[in-house]
């Protein structure tokens, strides 16, 4: 039986040929796995994490359930009189990237209020007051 099939015949209700084993690595072991700054995986998608997500099950050779790793968004969810949000670059250092959000108005740059934060060696922290971090807009 392969972990697709053990897996949907749990979810049927049904029993499988074994107990189907699926730790929860999170997102922490597939991003070391790739060897990569994790900022080539959040911000660059260099690889996307869902791909490093995937290529680690198979390394370890788990049944795995993919959720999260997609968001769904509806095409009513777009609000047609929103700006075009641009992302820029505005602190670069060997320990974390910070990036802030803007859009052209009337020919003035208007900046969002949080920015956030990708990190050499852990997961992103978005939505962080600017001048919690030192970096002022």
Known sequence: MTSRERLQIVMRGEI?????????????????QTGKPFWDLYLYND??????????????????VMDGYFPLKYPS??????????????????ERIIVQDS????????WREMVDVYYVADPPTE?????????TS
């Open 77 to 94: 969810d777009n609000d047609p009189g929103e700006p075009v949000w641009e992302r820029f670059i505005v602190l670069k250092n060997e």
């Open 47 to 64: 690889p996307p994490i869902w791909e490093a997500y995937i290529e680690t099950a198979k390394y370890f050779d788990i049944d795995a």
């Open 103 to 110: 859009y052209q108005e009337n020919g003035k740059r208007i």
């Open 127 to 135: 939505g962080v007051k600017p001048d919690s971090i030192g970096v």
């Open 16 to 32: 499988p040929d074994c107990v189907p084993v699926a730790p929860d690595f999170s997102n922490m072991i597939p991003a070391r």
